[in-house]
């Protein structure tokens, strides 16, 4: 049991958010938009698949250099460079905010705003470190959910063109938190990106999700999580207040690696 933690940093995709592909709707009139911006006369599926495999080529670089592409270049220089300069850079806010939407509706887990709310009633503070594309979606989400007043911070990727495992983003949100890493735990499902961050940042503890149908965890002495959560409620086991960090509470405590 660690004491004195007053802050809780959470990954948004795949821990906070997840992807709901069945809404074809949503997904159709966003790559149709995306079509109709580009000007192409492709099935808007097919230029979809397209742009996804630059895109692929686009992330590779992404995560060699720890960085996040402004929109503008994003779209320039890997996804439609052929295409005309000055309309592309005009419209690439709505191009990048499209495209995240072509891969589906992203949702909020199940008891995911209880169980914040819960754990700010026990006094942690709650911050938000994030890689993404794109600027306008998470600011949209927050206003429209009504849930701003619950993060002491939002960190995104695109913001600060700082990606996770680099130690920097970790650390612009715990100067806007006002916490130092020692009193901090990290909450993510990438553990090379999210767990291994946290610990290059000295964050005191890790906490790994690994939901049910995801990936399992290939575990390893620098990616291990000091425990593993398998549903995003569980951190109220784990996380019970008076500023305690309890891995040993959680249903399935992180191996040690032999």
């Known amino acids: 049991m660690k004491e004195n933690i007053k802050a809780i940093f959470l990954d948004l995709g795949g821990t906070f958010r997840v992807v709901d592909e069945t809404n074809r709707p949503y997904i159709a009139q966003a790559r149709g ?22 895109y692929d080529t686009y992330r590779n670089w992404a995560l060699k250099y720890m960085c996040e592409a402004p929109e503008t270049m994003l779209w320039t220089r890997w996804l439609v460079p052929e295409l005309d300069r000055d309309h592309i850079e005009k419209h690439a806010k709505e191009l990048t905010y499209c495209f995240r939407r ?71 949100a715990l100067e806007e938190a006002g916490v130092r890493p020692e009193e901090s735990c990290f909450v993510g499902d990438n553990l ?53 960090f309890c891995p040993e509470a959680a249903e399935d405590p992180a191996p040690r690696i032999q």
Not at 33 to 54: F, H, Q, S, V, W
Not at 131 to 144: C, M, P, Q, S, V
Not at 165 to 172: D, G, N, S, V
């Open 33 to 54: 938009r995306i079509a109709e911006i580009c000007g192409t006369d492709m099935d808007p599926d097919a230029y979809y698949d397209m742009l996804n495999k630059r």
């Open 102 to 172: 072509s891969k589906g509706e992203r949702v909020v887990v199940e008891k995911g705003i209880e169980t914040v709310k819960e754990l700010r009633k026990r006094g942690y503070k709650i911050g938000i470190i994030s890689d993404l594309i794109g600027t306008i979606e998470i600011d949209e989400w927050l206003d429209h959910d009504g849930i701003r007043d619950l993060f002491c911070t939002v960190q995104q990727s695109s913001v600060t063109m700082l990606r996770k495992p680099h130690p920097a983003i970790y650390f612009l």
């Open 192 to 244: 090379k990106r999210d767990i291994i961050g946290a610990k290059q940042s000295n964050f005191a503890g890790t906490v790994g999700a690994e939901y049910p149908g995801g990936l399992e965890f290939k575990l390893t002495e620098e990616n291990r999580p000091d425990c593993i959560l398998h549903h995003f409620d569980e951190l109220l086991n784990i996380f019970p207040g008076d500023g305690k």
